[in-house]
């Protein structure tokens, strides 16, 4: 008799308007999102207002296209910005976007810092 373990789904449905995307729930994807959008968010508050309006929004487009395209796959921005051709709009999607993923990550129980969540399971075991 065989022992069967179900597997879990590496991956969050994400669904932006009617764009159908998926972010990857695997140790370097969590690290690496953790560490970019901290990075996404510091390159939006480096934007400078004295900036003409073109070169602060073209610096926007550039943070947000990183952004998108690391937690969602390349080409996602572009999709998105077709869909909803404004910055602002774009920078509310994101946000909610960072929020909701760090939300589920939680409740499937991965803790800011997967270290820890191995030591404390290993401790459990003894």
Do not use: W
Not at 7 to 17: F, R
Not at 82 to 88: C, E, M, Q, T
Not at 103 to 112: S, V
Request: hydrophobic residues 35%; contains cysteine.
């Amino acid at each position: 008799m065989a022992i069967k373990i179900q597997t879990e789904k590496t991956e969050i449905p994400v669904e932006i308007g009617n764009l159908k995307f998926s972010f990857d729930v695997s140790d370097e994807s969590i690290k690496k999102f953790r560490k970019e959008a901290l990075e996404v968010q510091k390159e939006f508050h480096s934007i400078s207002v004295s900036n003409n309006d073109d070169e602060a929004l073209e610096q926007a487009k550039g943070a947000l296209k990183r952004g998108f395209d690391f937690m969602l796959g390349e080409g996602a921005f572009e999709k998105i910005y077709d869909l909803s051709p404004s910055v602002i709009a774009c920078m509310n999607y994101f946000v909610q976007l960072q929020e909701g993923i760090e939300q589920e990550l939680k409740e499937r129980g991965y803790p800011q810092n997967q270290i820890e969540k191995a030591k404390k399971y290993i401790r459990n075991k003894k």
